[in-house]
């Protein structure tokens, strides 16, 4: 049984920048396979991503990062077991045509894996950041300044998330003891789809329907949907209007869940106090888009999952589906989308 990733950083040679930090990260799944797999005395190719079409097919396993796997090479890889992403989010994956050809499709769950706990700390960050003005803050400093930017606090604040999985949930965690007013939104609140007591974590619960009452009483919104048909620019001009003059939005999850132009027109107006992103509308980012010259705007390399608490588990349960793939057991560790 061979595995491969669909990733450049193992390929020799040079490296730009961007290429070695993921080499780096690739590093935690590579040794954790080689740790499993030494006993089975199974290999681990290292395959270029150039290289991903004419191999493919001499794989049962392959983990996608960062990378797109289209219906082209999917239909290519003929002894295709599992394709495997190596997060959450699957937008790069077509995940039809997997089926079409019998491909299973997986992903790993945040809340089990530390990829949840790094996004929300990620949040509190940018939430921080945009509260405090971290731009002019930074100009502050260079210019010798003392005693501004006057900012302002999480304290007391009414804060809207919008999805409240796994990710939600630990926003959730972080922001009760800062003494604020948690409303959240979700599609099904069935107590058996949350590990934990919600009422303890929200003030507020609502549907999809009560997002824009919600949004005219937070004045801290953030965003953690799912990317889908239905969520593409969610937050759109209707609801940013509703958003209260001077309010802040928070994203840490997917660039396209907002509306480029009526962000950038709220911005504008004044009536969008802040703006804190992890993910913008094209990656990677245009350190020339306008939204960026807004000193009210802060944002950060899509790193919101991307620490070593994270990467080391994922990379483990990466280990613990190959070896059973291998063996033959049921997999578990995985949410499987088909």
Known sequence: MSFSFDCRFFKHGRFNSKERLWR??????????????????????????????????NYHLCVVKNRRLDSDTIAKASQMKIIMQYGVGLEGVDVNAATEHKIKVARIPGSTTGNAVSCAEMAIYLTLGVLRKQKVMDTAVKRKDLGIPVGDTIFGKSVLILGFGAIGVEIAKRLRPFGVKILATKRNWSSDTLPCDIDEL????????????????????????LLTN??????????LSAMKKGSYLVNIARGRLLDYDAVFNHLKSGHLGGLGIDVA?????????????????????????????SYRTMAKVVGDVALKLHSGEPITEVEFVN
């Open 281 to 309: 509308w094209t990656e990677p980012y245009d350190p020339e888009d306008p939204i960026l010259k807004f000193s009210n705007v802060i944002i950060t390399p899509h790193i919101a999952g991307v620490t070593e608490y």
């Open 230 to 239: 239905e969520t593409v620019g969610i937050v759109d001009h209707k609801f």
């Open 24 to 57: 780096y990260y690739a590093g935690f799944i590579l040794w954790t396979l080689l740790a499993c797999f030494y006993q089975l005395h199974q290999g681990v190719d290292e395959v270029g991503l150039e290289e991903v079409p004419d191999v493919i097919q």
């Open 202 to 225: 929200v003030d507020k619960k609502g549907g999809p329907e009560d997002m824009y009452e919600f949004a005219g009483e937070a004045d801290i919104v953030t965003t953690c949907l």
